[in-house]
């Protein structure tokens, strides 16, 4: 009996000191006001509560003191609850124990905070929970990631709303520039947690997919308007749709629609471009193109890429498919940039042997997760990014695989119509008179 009793103290014991740290923000504020009130006793019962209030209005009335209190309370909030949901989760690996939490931040979706596990668990032990403790906060999603630089540790974003959803349209920062730089980073789009999203081109290809109306075409004329903004910058439209890339035709520096033929004989000429370069680049002792070197960048737009590897004619499919590999696979050093748009880059529209070499990745919406893969990479979907969980009106909304090695989900800037056409005639200004077909 005295074993029993005495685990039962301690069960008592350790609920109490539980309880008190979970609420000790609170029990901080009114220890404080306690204090005020005792030290302001003199001025009698009314004066030190008269006191106290005022202290209390002056901090709602102060914005910046305000925020911090109420960040602070909601903070210890979301704190308590995450205790609660762990333990109803019954994790066997946890006990009674808690990932402690640390860094919590208040993001558009809701909150994200970094814990480390209890000795004896994982990350995976708590990922694989995560529905459950979800449902217990009653929250949209809750998504874990493990740190890669230490297994105990783990990003917990607590999802209670998807901020990408709707909304108006979001204006592209560059909408106002007089010119841009492909050295620059590029903004196309904000991510979920509210910060901008950028990607860097320099000795990157892009491909870029997705159903029909999911917002490919304008997430490709962010990348297109800044290839066209900057003068230094040769570009190359090769436009299976003749109608998606003709805003930006007089400021191409060559261009092919429809026609197979055409596209080839704009390949040719940038692998002559491209063997031209490497030679110079060994001359000069270099091994990649660099700023400020005198060699522009050339950017590649391929849109509909499907319709130049689908012909009819093999021959011309497999001369096509065998340039654009080349360009792809070599041109990265020599400074050439190749961006790919289709609606499906199936093994069977795009052999894989081209379609691998894409570095980045930029899934539109789409019907499967075996398109969403497609896309983005072999198991992407099963990993917890599929562009299948994509609302179907929330055109723009889409995953970048880039800088970071994980897909990142966004939701890109808007340009209609009459924004590329004002930026386009404000890169044509910038430039010389468009050359012919197929010459440098």
Not at 74 to 89: D, G, L, N, T, Y
Not at 271 to 299: C, F, I, N, W
Not at 303 to 322: C, M, N, P, V
Request: some cysteine; proline content about 5%; overall charge positive.
């Amino acid at each position: 009996m005295d074993s029993q009793a005495e685990d039962v103290t301690e069960a008592i014991i350790e609920a109490v000191l539980r309880a008190l740290w979970a609420f000790r923000v609170e029990l901080v504020i009114a220890g404080a006001c306690g204090t005020l009130w005792v030290a302001s006793s003199r001025f009698g019962e009314a004066g030190a509560s008269a006191v106290v209030a005022g202290v209390i209005a002056i901090v709602l009335a102060v914005g910046p003191v305000r925020r911090f209190m109420g960040r602070r309370l909601r903070h210890a909030r979301v704190r308590r609850q995450w205790a609660r949901a762990v333990r109803w989760a019954r994790i066997s690996s946890f006990g009674y124990r808690v990932p402690s939490v640390r860094k919590m931040k208040d993001i558009p979706a809701g909150q994200r905070f970094h814990v480390r596990v209890p000795r004896g668990s994982s990350v995976s032990d708590l990922e694989h929970a995560s529905e459950v403790i979800a449902a217990s906060l009653r929250i949209r999603e809750l998504r874990v990631r493990r740190a890669a630089d230490n297994a105990s540790r783990a990003e917990v974003v607590i999802a209670r709303r998807d901020p990408l959803a709707l909304g108006p349209p979001l204006l592209w920062p560059h909408m106002d520039a007089d010119e841009a730089s492909l050295w620059q980073p590029i903004p196309v789009g904000v991510g979920e947690d509210g910060q901008p999203v950028t990607v860097m081109l320099p000795e990157r290809n892009l491909l870029l997919g997705g159903e029909p109306g999911g917002g490919k075409s304008v997430a490709l004329s962010l990348l297109v308007a800044t290839a066209a903004l900057d003068p230094t910058c040769k570009l190359w439209l090769l436009d299976g749709k003749l109608v998606e890339l003709a805003a930006w035709s007089r400021c191409a520096h060559g261009s092919a629609g429809v026609s197979v033929t055409e596209a080839i004989d704009v390949l040719h000429t940038l692998r002559t471009e491209m063997d031209e370069r490497y030679a110079r680049l060994l001359l000069g002792g270099k091994r990649k193109v660099s700023q400020g070197d005198g060699l522009p960048l050339h950017v590649v737009v391929v849109d509909e890429l499907a319709h130049y590897l689908t012909g009819s004619d093999r021959k011309q499919k497999t001369e096509f498919a065998d340039l654009l590999r080349d360009l792809v696979s070599r041109g990265r050093a020599a400074g050439i940039i190749v961006l790919a748009a289709t609606q499906k880059p199936a093994a069977d529209v795009v052999p894989t042997s081209i379609r691998d070499l894409f570095g980045f990745r930029w899934a539109m919406r789409c019907s499967t997760p075996q398109a969403s893969d497609t896309i983005l990479g072999s198991g992407w979907a099963s990993a917890g990014y599929a562009a299948t969980d994509i609302d179907p009106a929330s055109r723009g909304v889409g995953y970048l695989l880039h800088e970071g090695g994980l897909p990142q989900r966004l939701r890109s800037y808007y340009l209609d119509d009459s924004a590329v056409a004002r930026l386009a005639a404000r890169a044509e200004a910038l430039r010389i008179h468009p050359t012919n077909v197929g010459e440098v």
